[in-house]
């Protein structure tokens, strides 16, 4: 079949595939129905045209292929613009006053939500003060790596939960010194809770996805995959049983369509929903083509700022000694693996702390093996033993991890993971073992501006940090940190028409503010780096 002619030249410094190894770059593209037909000089392309085709003149700047946020959470980012947010509370006192200042302004009986407070910023002691703060309103607040939570005693009677409660499989109630409980709920006690909440959907929750949207799309990003969540719960609409986020998404594929492929994971506890609609990993949703089906999310463990990360050693913070949650046994996790193969279904397994990493690799291990699907993915994989990074490769396994956690979490691990750091944040070793890479940001928990995650994946530090680089061993190039955003998550997807600029591919692009020079640099300047013009199957879907 002729190749058409090219009805949009794109020109600048083009990378046409990041590599690990190293960049290919051009002088132009062409674009004909949504792919690129041909790349090569500026000359030879421009000559190769439709007589009357479009050009995009980026000139000095640096042309990158559509970046793809392998893990966050698209709901979670939309309702944290409309809750309060306890980010940047420095002590009991901010937490307390913003909340009570939240809570003055709603109806009485009315929800009080908020998310971000940080475990060393939270007093138990002074847990109290947050009951008054709310004044006998129901009350949920996340903390910053969404793992722990405060509940009021109001939402705890919503949830039918009194101080003779049971720790719950995979959770923990906290208690006070006469064994009451004190409202901090750790994994999946907080879940407990979170089906009771208020939560913010139809056209509130679309218009707060639509500022999402717009704002990756500004950063150069188009391609998500949202990580789901912990269970199936809170559904609604036609896809009620494939849980809160995925089934809000489907609803709201008119806001994506045309400016952002999302890939939508399910819980773990929805692989049978799944499979009874036919549904495969990998492949569009039969009403919302612009949406692919994801894997299934389990949980095998916490996080480092709950201290619930599952580990070998204990943690050298924090009183007694503590190993973190385990919140999948063998025997779960070995019929998961039996009964999402039968159905298509992958698994994107979130194990943060060492003990929790080699278990689901064990399982996979153990498990059968995989048919024609994209590779199931660890998430996080912030703690990993040398010999499991060897696995990751070994077992065709995807890490899927999120640089900007490193600079944000740097002081918790020397405190809380002593003696191990060398397995901490391991991004060099796990590429130079095998593991394909993928990057994210975890978004709403940390940014989602893909340039701060590659400045950390590069520099191992945060862009004001004073005290140098963290482990510069494990320190990634700025190719390879760009390969993580573009050609990893198409490989861990299987989608070979993403994530390059080769003839074939979709053209998926960014122009960007910065030349290829200060890109490759990764240094402060990333800060001020976003995308001027912004094309998704060749259409422009923000312009400077």
């Not at 139809?202 to 996805?209: H, T």
């Amino acid at each position: 079949m002729r190749t058409p002619r090219p009805s949009l030249v794109v020109t600048g410094q083009i990378v046409v595939t990041a590599r690990p190894d190293g960049l290919e770059t051009a002088e132009a593209i062409g674009i004909a129905d949504g792919a690129v037909v041909t790349t090569g000089s500026a000359r030879d392309v421009w000559e190769a045209a439709a007589p009357d085709a479009r050009l995009i003149e980026a000139g000095p700047f640096a042309v990158v292929p559509g970046l793809h946020d392998f893990h966050l959470h698209l709901v979670g980012m939309a309702r944290a613009r409309r809750t309060v947010d306890l980010e940047d509370t420095r002590s009991m006192d901010e937490i307390a006053a913003r909340i009570a200042s939240a809570a003055r302004t709603l109806p009485p009986g009315s929800w009080v939500l908020g998310d971000g407070w940080h475990t060393e910023v939270l007093r138990v002691a002074e847990v109290d003060r947050l009951e008054s703060a709310v004044d006998g309103r129901p009350a949920l607040l996340k903390s910053h790596d969404r793992h722990s939570a405060w509940s009021s005693s109001a939402a705890m009677a919503r949830a039918g939960i009194a101080d003779d409660a049971t720790d719950p499989p995979g959770g923990r109630f906290e208690r006070d010194a006469r064994g009451r409980l004190n409202g901090l709920l750790r994994e999946s006690a907080a879940d407990l809770v979170a089906r009771h909440a208020a939560r913010i959907v139809g056209e509130p929750l679309d218009e707060a996805l639509r500022e999402v949207a717009q704002e990756l799309s500004g950063q150069g990003i188009t391609g998500v995959t949202d990580a789901g969540d912990p269970t199936d719960g809170n559904g609604n609409g036609p896809y009620a049983a494939l849980g809160d986020s995925f089934s809000s998404l489907a609803a709201a594929e008119r806001i994506f369509d045309g400016r952002l492929r999302a890939t939508l994971n399910l819980p773990a506890d929805a692989v049978a929903a799944a499979a009874e609609r036919g549904m495969l990993t990998g492949q569009p949703l039969s009403d919302a083509a612009w949406m692919r089906v994801g894997w299934a999310k389990l949980y095998a463990d916490g996080a480092l700022g709950s201290r619930t990360a599952a580990l070998f050693a204990p943690y050298t913070c924090g009183e007694g000694e503590q190993r973190g949650i385990l919140r999948i046994g063998p025997d779960e996790l070995d019929d998961l693996l039996r009964r999402s193969r039968r159905a298509g279904i992958g698994l994107a397994m979130h194990a943060i702390g060492d003990r929790a990493v080699s278990a689901v690799l064990d399982g996979l291990d153990r498990g059968p093996a995989r048919a024609d699907l994209p590779p199931d993915r660890v998430e996080h994989a912030q703690l990993v033993r040398a010999a499991d990074r060897s696995r990751l490769a070994a077992l065709g396994v995807t890490a899927s991890v999120q640089p900007i956690h490193l600079p944000s979490d740097r002081q918790a691990a020397e405190d809380c993971w002593a003696g191990r750091l060398q397995d901490a944040y391991a991004f060099g070793s796990m590429a130079a073992a095998g593991a394909l890479l993928a990057f994210g940001s975890d978004a709403p928990i940390e940014s989602a501006n893909p340039w701060l995650g590659i400045h950390a994946a590069v520099r191992r530090t945060a862009l004001d940090e004073a005290s140098g680089p963290w482990r510069p061993g494990e320190a990634l190039t700025a190719e390879a940190a760009l390969s993580a955003y573009t050609l990893g998550p198409a490989r861990a997807a299987g989608r070979l028409d993403l994530g390059h600029l080769r003839p074939g591919a979709r053209a998926d692009l960014a122009v960007l503010n910065v030349n290829l020079a200060t890109l490759l640099a990764a240094d402060e300047r990333l800060a001020s780096t976003h995308s001027q013009v912004t094309l998704v199957d060749g259409r422009e879907v923000r312009g400077a």
